[in-house]
């Protein structure tokens, strides 16, 4: 529930019509804190009531009208101005006139359709938010009250393992394999590294999960890594023919990651590999979504997450535009 004032005439609150039982989640916000906010998934409806509530019974409220929006925004922290709607929804609560005593006005946005997971991240932000909107004369007041989206999927049809060699002429030489290259974010990453040729002293060798967003397109794009886990697989020095196993746990929401190999020498010099994967949300049912375009995008995790992949088509408008 999120209140809000009209200077010191009345109060509007927005209440979900299954907001006691509706499932949480957390998520991040923009200073890196995590808050609370309702759960929800691609096709479900959105639903509730506007309340306006006179503060002086029989004042009367002047408006242009009264409405409620649902809208679904990618928000890029340098350009602010510039807002991506990928999803816009209105519904008319009232027509201009006035209210002389607090009112209730019922809404529902059936089965919306909402092809992409929310997500915070270093540049960019995408956000499904409720807006109620009290029009005015002169200025409009309006209240905004997010919601978190995850976007559920099936098992990957083809889910090839990953297998490479890496290594520096005459002194080192490994292979490293992996058993799949995408995996659901409670899954367990199992591999094993082979050491064929060893001619360095490592001392130590870890894997990092790192995960990649991507904003804009050709000359103007950027890249943000951030390692978000760090797993040590060996310490002291290998020796022809060793191999060591792998299993990781994993517990984090992707936009792209990254399985880095890392080996480190006792003179502190640093040799790794990258191997990009796929981590995935599985839902026992999967809803489906209002449109072809959008059961694609909810459920097409091919090197790339829902996000990036709205994201990218943002970026890509833009450019059109300009």
């Known amino acids: 529930m999120s209140f809000f004032s009209f200077g010191q005439s009345a109060e509007i609150d927005v209440v979900l019509n299954d907001a006691e039982t509706r499932k949480k989640a957390e998520h991040k916000t923009e200073d890196g804190k995590k808050d609370k906010y309702y759960l929800f998934y691609d096709g479900e409806t959105v639903g509730g009531k506007v309340n306006v509530t006179l503060k002086t019974p029989g004042k009367r409220l002047e408006h242009q009208g009264i409405k409620i929006e649902f809208v679904g925004q990618i928000e890029l922290y340098y350009d602010r101005?510039?807002?991506?709607?990928?999803?816009?929804?209105?519904?008319?609560?009232?027509?201009?006139?006035?209210?002389?005593?607090?009112?209730?006005f019922d809404f529902e946005f059936t089965h919306v359709e909402k092809p992409y997971e929310s997500y915070t991240g270093q540049n960019v932000k995408l956000r499904y938010f409720l807006r109620a909107t009290v029009i005015r004369r002169l200025n409009d007041i309006s209240k905004e009250m997010?919601?978190?989206?995850?976007?559920?999927?099936?098992?990957?049809?083809?889910?090839?393992s990953i297998k490479m060699e890496v290594g520096i002429e005459d002194c080192l030489h490994i292979e490293f394999e992996y058993n799949k290259s995408k995996y659901h974010l409670k899954d367990v990453i199992v591999g094993k590294i082979y050491f064929l040729l060893v001619r360095i002293k490592i001392k130590h060798m870890e894997i990092d999960i790192i995960k990649r967003e991507t904003t804009g397109t050709g000359p103007s794009v950027y890249h943000e890594n951030d390692t978000i886990a760090k797993y040590e697989i060996m310490d002291?020095?290998?020796?022809?023919?060793?191999?060591?196993?792998?299993?990781l746990f994993l517990a984090e929401i992707s936009v792209r990651y990254y399985l880095n190999l890392v080996l480190i020498d006792e003179e502190e010099r640093r040799y790794f590999k990258q191997q990009e994967i796929t981590l995935w949300?599985?839902?026992?049912?999967?809803?489906?979504?209002?449109?072809?375009q959008a059961a694609i995008a909810s459920q097409r995790f091919e090197g790339s997450a829902a996000s990036e992949s709205a994201l990218e088509q943002a970026a890509k408008e833009e450019s059109a535009s300009g």
């Open 236 to 247: 002291g020095a290998p020796v022809r023919g060793e191999s060591i196993p792998i299993r």
């Open 281 to 292: 949300r599985k839902g026992d049912v999967v809803r489906k979504s209002m449109s072809h």
């Open 81 to 104: 101005g510039n807002h991506h709607e990928f999803v816009s929804l209105v519904k008319d609560l009232a027509r201009p006139g006035e209210i002389t005593q607090s009112q209730t």
């Open 146 to 160: 997010d919601i978190v989206v995850h976007t559920l999927s099936t098992y990957p049809e083809l889910n090839s």
